[in-house]
């Protein structure tokens, strides 16, 4: 049985679901890839860091987390680790990066991930920052070091785009993408649809958790040009910056505007578009008027991508619905396909 070392760089709702599923799929995994996975390193930057080698208890490094606040102390292997200090120091085979989204720059998450790779160690990340902006820098690194280096749950919290893209597209050609990929606009767009006010809408959001103190990055469309960013890259191999998109977001969008729409049987979402103009991969992100009947603006809908290609016409992913263990799924699947990868 082989052994494979995980070092977790976060711990948030993607670092503890994924830690959820692989506690529960522990011997499932042994059976089915011939390794034992064991995460080895945690680092957080409140929590502190759990370094053991023989394997950390999962299930209570998230007890901890959750009730106490912070990991034990006196427990052997806890240091103080930065998350780079991690990168470079720890021993580990596959290095997931959970650390929170710099939508700016994508740093220090790159960085993480450069260095990794050239220690030749597997990388998986939830970060879409490195994909929106050093993306073909990141995949020729990988090529180069013969690493593996996986990002599904950057765009739609574990719903298989890439994998999809990567095991049944791999020889079609994709002309346009076009997609809802901001829940958390969707969200205001439809309560506004109520005749609920921003004011209102906001103050529900935070209260639920899924809203920002401060939500001007969704509001302003950054989270979903650099998403978008992260598909053309990937999957048209754009090769651009978030910076190079032209965002209009939905903060001067009016109740009254919202309400028209409805009035002509329409909903207006913030639609994200990408397609090629002279040659070039052109991103778009800003308010647009959709059919009520259309896929886009279905009920319960959190988040949509269809891709347009020359092989099998227009192909749509709908998501229904967000939960945590979604997005340590792809974190999760991310990692069983690195195995995988390993067995070749």
Known sequence: MKECRVAMLGFGVAGKAFSRILADNHEEIRQKTGYDVKVTTITTAT??????????????????????????????????WSAMDVVEKAEYDILLELTPLNILTGQPAIDHIKNAMNRGKHVVSANKGPIA?????????????????????????????????????????????????????????????????????????????????????DVEGHDAAAKLTSLLNVLMDANITPDQIDRTGIQDVTQEEVMAAVGRGNKLKLICRGTIV?????????????????????????????????????????QYGLEPAQTGYGVFIDLIRVLRESRR
């Open 47 to 80: 929590r502190g860091t759990l370094n053991d080698l023989r394997g950390i208890d999962l299930l209570e490094a998230i007890r901890q987390a959750e009730e106490d606040g912070h990991f034990d102390r006196a427990a052997e292997g806890y240091c103080e």
């Open 133 to 217: 902006w050093a993306y073909r820098e990141l995949k020729d690194l990988a090529l180069e070091k013969g690493v593996c280096f996986f990002y599904e749950t950057t765009v739609m919290a574990g719903m298989p785009v890439f994998n999809m893209t990567d095991y049944c597209l791999e020889y079609a050609k994709i002309s346009e993408v076009k997609g809802i990929l901001n829940a958390t606009t969707n969200y205001i767009l439809e309560q506004m649809e109520l005749g609920i006010s921003r004011d209102v809408i906001y103050e529900n959001g935070r209260k639920g958790g899924f809203m920002e103190a401060d939500p001007a990055m």
């Open 278 to 318: 002279d040659g070039k991969v052109q991103g778009t992100v800003r308010p647009e008027e959709i059919p009520e009947t259309d896929a886009f603006a279905g009920p319960d809908v959190v988040a949509v991508v269809s891709v347009t290609t020359d092989l099998m016409g227009r192909l749509t992913l709908v």
